[in-house]
């Protein structure tokens, strides 16, 4: 073999062995640490309107980014419009009639009653003394009997009037009643209530996104109906990325909620990202088939949730993850 030839299979080896080195670190770590491999998630979040109906308009679509408060869809508002319409009518009429006896009657007010009260009292005067001079001449045979009942129809009937003129002169004279003040009250508060619950209801025809997010799915048309609390949209939250990678159970000391750890993607894989311990599941399962070896697949393993660092925001969902854990103490 010539020294070229051997100079080449020199540096061919050298490079493998670098390769098989760099696969063996990345695999294992640095001899403090050790490694869990996963996959980069965001959290989803279901977005729907509490009262439902007809799509209008659909303003986002599927792959944009939206902030918190942007508008995905709008539902035909008329109904609802309508609704509150009536009841802020309602309520003002509440309101003025409590305004009114909260006020008290007005000295004309009681003097019309009194006046009312008087000239019912006359008329039935009048229809009563009628009504006698007709029973003397009915039981005399001068009239029809006809002419006597409608005589003391007529006294009954001022009669009656007389009576319900009374009673209001009476009420007024004595004021407002306290609880007629407070069933008026109640009727204003009920009507408010009515009026704040349509706005929200009104609102709820605007659907906007909670918080700053990727659109995932958002499958509709105008025209379509959606129900009351159903979702419309799936957005996905990538401001705050997570790994969720699976600790074996012979690691499980190294490792509590809160720890720091470095995490690398095959995307940038000289770039270390800081990422926190989040929550390790407390029911251990058997490593997914998608996950490692096949030997470290049936190992018992605890899901690990690890929330990156990524201020840059070049992290997707779906990237391959590994999490890289400092070995503590035993």
């Known amino acids: ?57 659909v303003v986002a679509r599927e792959g944009q980014s939206v902030k918190a408060g942007d508008v995905l869809v709008l539902l035909e508002p008329d109904e609802p419009k309508a609704s509150l319409s009536e009841s802020q009518a309602s309520l003002r009429q509440a309101e003025a009639r409590l305004t009114e006896l909260q006020a008290g009657y007005r000295r004309e007010e009681i003097d019309q009653a009194k006046a009312d009260w008087l000239a019912a009292k006359a008329q039935h005067g009048n229809a009563e003394k009628l009504r006698q001079r007709m029973k003397d001449l009915v039981e005399r045979q001068l009239i029809a009997p006809q002419e006597y009942d409608d005589a003391r129809t007529k006294a009954e009937e001022t009669e009656q009037r007389t009576m319900s ?21 109640a009727g204003v508060e009920a009507a408010r209530a009515r009026v704040r619950l349509l706005k929200t209801q009104l609102d709820e025809t605007v659907v906007r ?27 996905l939250r990538t401001t705050s990325l997570w790994v969720r990678a699976y600790l074996p159970e012979k690691r499980l000391g190294h490792v509590q909620p809160g720890l720091t750890v470095r995490i690398r993607v095959d995307s940038f894989p000289r770039k270390d990202f800081s990422g926190t311990v989040r929550r390790i599941h407390r029911q251990a399962e058997f490593t997914p088939r998608n996950v490692q070896t096949t030997e470290e697949r049936v190992l018992q393993v605890f899901q690990t949730e690890v929330i990156i660092d990524d201020p840059e925001k070049i992290l997707r969902p779906g990237m391959n993850a590994d999490v890289f854990i400092k070995k503590s103490e035993q």
Do not use: C
């Open 165 to 185: 003129a009374r009673e209001r002169y009476d009420l007024l004279l004595a004021g407002t009643r306290q609880e007629e003040i407070a069933q008026a009250r």
């Open 1 to 57: 073999m010539t020294t070229k030839k051997q100079a080449v299979l020199l540096i061919v080896v050298a490079g493998l062995v670098a390769a098989a080195g760099y696969a063996v670190w990345k695999s294992r770590g640095q001899g403090d640490e050790f490694v869990v491999s996963g996959v980069i998630e965001a959290d989803d979040i279901h977005v729907g309107s509490k009262v439902g109906g007809r799509v209008m308009k």
């Open 209 to 235: 996104s909670p918080v700053n997010a990727v659109v995932e799915v958002l499958d509709l048309e105008p025209g379509d109906m959606v129900g009351a609390g159903k979702p419309v949209a799936t957005l």
